[in-house]
């Protein structure tokens, strides 16, 4: 082990305790509650939490959560959610925690820092222990005396604090670019519902009220409505069907027990799996990649960046645009936009007609839209220049999402690849110096 470095047993460190055993009628009002989900979903136990108890007195002091505290999954449906863990970073008074996990509260506060305990937990070493020990008989389950035999590894203390702020700042990063993708997400889907949807600046131009558009703008609009199929929309705009703003195309998967189609691949091919994850719209990356002669089985052949991508089957509406030439396989549509039609349009139109699309499908085993079906679905166009106006909004918002994902997946793979090596002591904090620093720098470049 690396000079001042110490293996220890859990229990050696921690009392184990088990958490509050409440019927479901009597969660909802009361006191603050860590979830099963808060501890399956966090490293730290997130500062507010989302569900409330009723409790008495004695279970809230039996049951309390305090700085230190660690929480493991101890019983679950599968091996993947046993164990899994999130460390308290202060004291919630009058909080309790669930009967599905154990607490492992710190015999004395001065050997083990809290942020570092968050990560050491979360390493793959600490989790294929966890699995290595436990039973699997209908439930994956951890007992006081598995626990005991589980340990941790210690530097010293000032180790671990920089330890876990380096990696802390790393997730407070990626943290960071989530919330602000978030935020340009929403502004997005409130742009096209404002204009294409609400028709808010033709409703207020009908109505003699002022649009709230810089002039050059607003004058793109027309200042009423007319009759259409489908009801009013706004004077010299126009129905027409996805399939006359877009190539609709589907895929396919090539013979999987084919090697030439699959082995050494370099094409990415993608599966409404690869589109499951996403917390936005943007798809960088494939779980599998198929060769030339697997991807000459599909008729779509690769699919430019800037498709739109929607899953059409199990389920439908999964949504992203392609920032990778990709292949696609049966569960997805392919919409490829025509000259003058923007793929930021197409997405919101799609996101935003999700209702109408799953309406069309079928299916008795799980509902599926085809390409036929999807093809006549009609769609309320706009001026050729207001779409490109509201493109021209919208791209650099997209591009800087687009921007902040691809950051937030270089920064992940970085803290997975240090968190193994850090908690082991392979790479010391010295070797790490420059990280926390460069991403301090980016965050301030983000606020200028």
């Not at 389950?141 to 530097?155: D, G, V, W």
């Not at 930021?344 to 007609?353: D, H, I, T």
């Amino acid at each position: 082990m690396v000079g001042e470095w110490q293996t220890a047993p859990l229990d050696e460190l921690y009392e184990f305790s088990s958490g509050l055993s409440k019927p479901r009628s009597a969660f909802g009002t009361g006191y603050p509650f860590v979830s099963f989900k808060d501890v399956f979903y966090n490293i730290f136990v997130p500062h507010e939490l989302a569900e409330l108890v009723q409790s008495t007195d004695q279970e809230r002091e039996r049951c309390s959560v305090r700085r230190g505290d660690v929480f493991l999954t101890r019983t679950s449906e599968t091996m993947d959610e046993l164990g899994m863990s999130c460390v308290a970073l202060r004291d919630i008074p009058n909080a309790t925690f669930n009967g599905f996990t154990k607490r492992l509260r710190p015999k004395d506060d001065r050997r083990v820092a809290p942020e570092y305990a968050g990560y050491y937990f979360r390493s793959p070493g600490f989790r294929q222990a966890v699995t290595a020990m436990s039973t699997m008989s209908t439930r994956a389950s951890l007992n006081n005396e598995m626990l005991a035999r589980l340990s941790i590894t210690l530097p010293p203390i000032g180790e671990q604090s920089t330890i876990g702020c380096i990696l802390g700042t790393l997730d407070d990063k990626i943290e960071l670019n989530r919330r602000m993708n978030e935020t340009l997400e929403a502004m997005a889907r409130a742009l096209f519902k404002s204009w294409f949807v609400d028709f808010h600046p033709v409703r207020a131009k009908a109505e003699g009220r002022d649009p709230d558009l810089p002039k050059h703008i607003a004058d793109l609009f027309p200042d009423s409505f007319e009759d259409s199929e489908l009801g009013e929309i706004p004077r010299g705009w126009s129905i027409k069907e996805i399939g006359a703003l877009a190539d609709v195309v589907g895929g396919s998967t090539p013979k999987t027990d084919r090697s030439d189609f699959w082995e050494d691949g370099v094409h990415d091919w993608v599966t409404p799996k690869d589109l499951s994850h996403l917390s936005v719209p943007v798809l960088l990356a494939t779980d599998r990649k198929i060769t030339d002669a697997g991807l000459s089985q599909i008729s779509s052949g690769l699919l430019p960046i800037g498709t739109v991508l929607l899953s059409s089957r199990a389920p439908i509406g999964y949504l992203a645009i392609a920032e990778i030439p990709v292949a696609i396989n049966q569960g997805f549509i392919g919409i490829r936009p025509k000259t003058g039609t923007s793929n930021l349009f197409l997405l919101r139109w799609a996101e935003a007609s999700q209702e109408e699309i799953v309406s069309r499908a079928n299916g008795s085993t799980f509902l599926e839209i085809s390409k036929a079906s999807f093809r006549p679905i009609p769609v309320v166009v706009p001026g050729s220049t207001v779409m490109a106006v509201f493109d021209r909004i919208l791209r650099p918002m997209y591009l800087k999402v687009v921007e902040q994902t691809r950051e937030a997946r270089a920064l992940t793979t970085l803290r997975d690849s240090l968190l193994p090596k850090l908690v082991s002591g392979s790479v010391r904090v010295k070797e790490t110096a420059g990280i926390a620093r460069l991403v301090h720098a980016n965050e301030k470049d983000e606020v200028k």
